[in-house]
């Protein structure tokens, strides 16, 4: 909602100058923790913005809380709702309503939320020390390790399923800078400033909350809950009330000392996180199996396939029981030659898993498990030489140039540890086994297996998983 909302609000000019959002400017985060004391933010006593290089700040807590706790407020006044924003900027001029349109009409009409935030966020740049959300911006990030940061250079290190999730984000950032053109509440030169628009597009997708489901498609940014790192064990949710107030609560008892965490997303997808937010989680437990060669049929999604569920486990190199299915559904069932005798084991199979019968579908898994795994192996093996193909590339390049790059690297890294311990599980496997005879049954028709070998996997964006 507009600042000029509530007479409650500290109103006074900012005095500090022009917002400096080079990538090398420092936060400024006291006059911040007073801005928000004055205009109204209450938290709870221990609870504290620490930082160990002067960039990365996070809300820990110094004294135990009970879980159930508010530790948060921050009243709807001070919070940037992408609804009120829609009525305060669309009342400014017309041409606002026609970048929404825009949006649309190119396919985005989903980010237009997001968009109304972002060009809240240039205008009030514009206005610089007079804007009431200046001690807020300046509070704000410069340096981004996303996607939307990423040089071309950096593109060519990615990984096939991170590179897509990686240029969706900068699709995102390009349709917004081509809509904003028919804006007339920025200035010309501000429209091209891509330093600028990448901070105000950065701003607005990591730090923006989204509603929870049922609570509608609002997306707000919330000064002091933002604040709030991503966790794989969580210990804060944040919530707003039917009046638009923010507020965060503890989920668990937190003991003093401790960082207060929220999940930015699915911890078993780190290279969506890494995408969006710029970090490598390592404490995600698995990654995805990036196989992006499979169709996304219904049927293809009732037997798992989905990248919360399709995991390769970091620790353990063990694979889901949705790899299992789906590449002996997708992959293995679907090129074996019919048999009069057995009958169509595909759709046995399927039958098998919507129904509930396990002991059909152990028969059935067991008969084609040689299959299965050297699928599943194929698919590995061709992945570890992308990997380190993709190593190759960064010999020699200097991290001041590509200062992504070490962040890139070891999300490659965490990739790289989960797939080799998967590679020697499988080899293992594989070297038991001895060969498709004995992986095929009498009943299920196994040994029919035409033992050919699996195309090379190719990935397609078209089939990438996202949330």
Not at 38 to 60: C, H, P
Not at 291 to 302: A, G, L, R, S
Not at 412 to 434: C, I, P, R, Y
């Amino acid at each position: 909602s507009s600042s000029s909302s509530s007479s409650s609000l500290n109103m006074e000019s900012c005095g500090f100058g022009k917002l400096d959002i080079d990538e090398n400017a420092p936060r400024s985060l006291p006059p911040f923790e007073s801005w928000c004391a004055e205009n109204g933010v209450q938290k709870m006593d221990g609870v504290e913005l620490y930082s160990e290089d002067g960039m990365d700040y996070q809300a820990v807590t110094t004294v135990d809380i009970p879980a159930g706790s508010t530790v948060m407020y921050i009243p709807a006044e001070l919070c940037l709702h992408s609804s009120s924003l829609e009525q305060e900027l669309c009342a400014m001029s017309p041409t606002v309503q026609q970048a929404a349109d825009q949006l649309t009409k190119i396919g985005s009409g989903n980010s237009i939320p997001d968009f109304y935030i972002f060009l809240k966020l240039l205008i009030e740049y514009e206005k610089e020390d007079q804007s009431f959300y200046f001690p807020y911006l300046d509070s704000f990030p410069r340096l981004y390790f996303n996607a939307a940061s990423m040089t071309d250079f950096c593109y060519e290190c990615l990984p096939p399923l991170v590179f897509s999730l990686s240029r969706m984000e900068r699709v995102k950032l390009e349709n917004f800078q081509q809509v904003l053109q028919k804006v007339d509440l920025v200035s010309a030169f501000n429209k091209q400033n891509m330093p600028l628009l990448k901070w105000a597009f950065n701003a607005v997708y990591t730090r923006a909350y989204a509603d929870k489901e049922g609570q509608g498609s609002d997306i707000t940014l919330t000064p002091m809950a933002d604040m709030f790192n991503h966790g794989t064990d969580t210990e804060v949710e944040v919530y707003f009330d039917e009046g638009g107030n923010g507020m965060a609560y503890t989920t668990v008892d937190v003991p003093a000392n401790s960082p207060l965490r929220i999940s930015y997303g699915c911890p078993t997808n780190p290279s969506f996180l890494f995408a969006r937010y710029g970090f490598m989680d390592d404490t995600s437990p698995a990654t995805f199996c990036k196989m992006m060669d499979i169709p996304k049929t219904p049927e293809n999604v009732d037997m798992g396939m989905d990248f919360s569920k399709m995991l390769f486990y970091h620790d353990t190199g063990d694979i889901s029981q949705e790899v299992m299915d789906v590449v002996l559904y997708a992959k293995v069932l679907a090129n074996i030659k019919y048999s009069p005798e057995v009958g169509d084991v595909k759709q046995q199979f399927y039958d098998a898993h919507m129904q509930g019968d396990e002991a059909t579908k152990a028969a059935i898994h067991e008969a084609y498990r040689f299959e299965t795994i050297s699928a599943i192996k194929r698919h590995v093996d061709t992945f570890m030489e992308q990997l380190i193909a993709l190593e190759g590339k960064s010999e020699g390049k200097s991290f001041e140039e590509h200062p992504r790059l070490p962040v890139i690297l070891h999300h490659n890294q965490f990739v790289k540890e989960t797939f080799s311990k998967v590679k020697q599980n499988l080899d293992g496997a594989v070297a038991e086994m001895g060969g498709p005879a004995n992986g095929g049954g009498d009943q299920w028709g196994g040994d029919e297996w035409n033992g050919g070998e699996w195309p090379a996997e190719e990935y397609n964006q078209e089939y990438a998983y996202m949330e």
